[in-house]
């Protein structure tokens, strides 16, 4: 039997004037309980309900708590309303290498918040262990055809598991994966690797089990990520977890590159196995060619593919008439030390094509240790310092650079994208924010030069550097200058 979730209701926030919710009496204020009998349980929900037939039959609810019922020919059309923001599910969990335990202390509230919540999962390809994830839930995702969910599996073998994610009923997460794949749902999984923790034969053992679930049509495991464990400086009080750094990173990449090939040609040339670029660039090596990644990049959020597309992009951006709005332009380009070789070749290749005088520096990461390399973690503090350390070298003058550029996976914020959620009440997204809450803003202001974001390629960063010439990038004008993508990737991943 198919089992329900609690009734709560979505409240209405704003009703079209015009709209079908206004001639039906909808009222901001009012909340919608019912849709088709069915309760509403989220924006996601709504939709999916409301579009689901020609008609809707409404239950909605007043502020004083009487009810009334409504019916609309909406075509499968939404019905004009906005609806109020959801709060992001919070975890439970207590995995050994969680990134929120990890953080140094004097954060604002909200990056302590651990989220994991299936809707994120499907609408932003963040990775859920589904240890919040009761059967009630699991039927939901079949129903609404939430596909592809990403799942952290880390093991499949049951004490590994459990050891990973703290949660003695949690070991055995095939059941959960096998409930979604019987309801045609694919899944796109990860495994955070840690020496000792579930490499060797439990990672084997992992590969199999989800290659034994990977098929032709709906209800596939369509992809498995490896990505080396991450960890800070701050691990005060947690169990001891070993860190991959480059012999561990040199012998998996080795080990495992062969491998990757092997299941994509078994896969019928689509890669299925994903070595993350970290495994490369903690190693020291060449992140492999194109045809190593997934023809639609799959788990590029989770930092699959991010150096060799860059790589790609900036080639292609190089060779075109565009580039040479780079020439003369004095640019110091911040990054953290993972992507610095990257960087530094592409900025150089584009110096002797255009004439242009771009440097890289890469920034060491004072506020969760200098193990941590990746620069969407890199905080406003560590960028200021980073940058006055490079104006005190090349002698202390004002204009040393015309504009410093930020990696934009450094202004994003804990769970991405999320206009919609909000965590215990706080709206997620701050645009142009830092970890540590200094603001774009403020560290242009503090270098007296201006300070933009790099965007996700060379071509987004020469569209910010020219929008600073026109005097955008100051205060409020942010948000309608900027790319926004490359801003969301998930802690770990690389951005440029
Ligand atoms: S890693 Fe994710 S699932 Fe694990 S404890 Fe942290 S937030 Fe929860």
Redesign the pocket.
């Known amino acids: 039997m198919e089992r329900r979730l609690a009734q709560k209701g979505v409240q209405v926030i704003v009703v079209e004037p015009g709209s079908l919710a206004e001639e039906a009496g909808i009222r901001p204020g009012d909340t919608l309980l019912e849709i088709h009998g069915e309760a509403v349980l989220d924006q996601l929900n709504y939709q999916y309900l409301i579009t689901r037939e020609d008609q809707a039959e409404l239950l909605v609810q007043r502020p004083d708590g009487s009810t009334f019922e409504a019916f609309l020919e909406n075509g499968g059309e939404g019905i004009g309303v906005d609806l109020a923001q959801d709060e992001v599910k919070v ?1 439970r ?3 050994v290498f ?3 335990h990890q953080m140094p202390k004097g954060f604002r509230k909200s990056l302590y918040l ?3 919540d299936i809707r994120l999962s499907f609408l932003y390809g963040h990775f859920t ?1 589904l ?1 919040s994830s009761d059967d009630a839930e699991l039927d939901r995702i079949v129903r609404e055809r939430l596909s592809p969910i990403h799942v ?1 599996v880390h093991a499949t073998e049951p004490e590994a598991r459990i050891r990973v ?1 703290g949660n003695p009923r949690e070991g055995d997460i095939l059941r959960k994966i096998d409930h979604l794949l019987a309801g045609g749902i694919d899944v796109h999984t990860q495994a955070v690797v840690a020496p000792g923790l579930n490499d060797g034969e439990i990672w084997q053992r992992t590969v199999e089990d989800l290659w034994a679930r990977r098929k032709a049509g709906r209800g596939s495991v369509l992809s498995l990520s490896c990505v080396p464990v991450g960890l800070t400086a701050h691990r005060e009080n947690l169990p001891v977890v070993q860190d991959v750094g480059p012999a561990f990173a040199r012998d998996w990449a080795v080990r495992w590159t062969p491998e990757v090939r092997r299941y994509s040609k078994a896969n019928g040339g689509e890669p299925w196995l994903l070595l993350a670029d970290e495994w490369y660039t903690r190693a020291g090596i060449e992140v492999p060619g194109r045809a190593f990644y997934s023809r639609s990049w799959a788990q590029l959020e989770n930092g699959v593919g991010l150096v060799r597309r860059f790589l790609e992009h900036s080639r292609r951006f190089i060779r075109s008439p565009r580039a040479k709005g780079f020439a003369g332009r004095r640019v110091l380009l911040l990054t953290g030390p993972s992507f610095a070789p990257t960087l530094g070749r592409v900025a150089a290749e584009l110096n002797r094509a255009v004439g242009s005088h771009l440097r890289m520096v890469a920034a060491k990461n004072f506020s969760f240790g200098e193990s941590v390399t990746v620069a969407g973690l890199l905080c406003g503090q560590d960028l200021r310092y980073a940058a006055h350390a490079d104006r005190d070298a090349k002698g202390g003058r004002p204009d040393w650079v015309d504009a410093v550029v930020v990696p934009s996976a450094s202004l994003r914020t804990h769970t991405g994208p999320t206009d919609q959620y909000t965590l215990r009440g706080v709206v997620v997204r701050e645009e142009g924010t830092f970890l540590d809450d200094l603001t774009l803003p403020q560290l242009a202001a503090d270098l007296g030069v201006p300070t933009v974001p790099s965007g996700a390629n060379l071509s987004h960063l020469l569209d910010h550097l020219e929008a600073a010439d026109r005097g955008a990038f100051q205060g409020g004008a942010l948000r309608s200058t900027f790319h926004s993508a490359g801003m969301n990737q998930p802690q770990g991943a690389y951005n440029p």
């Open positions: 975890c969990q207590n995995c969680c990134f929120v651990k989220d994991e262990t240890s952290s994610v």
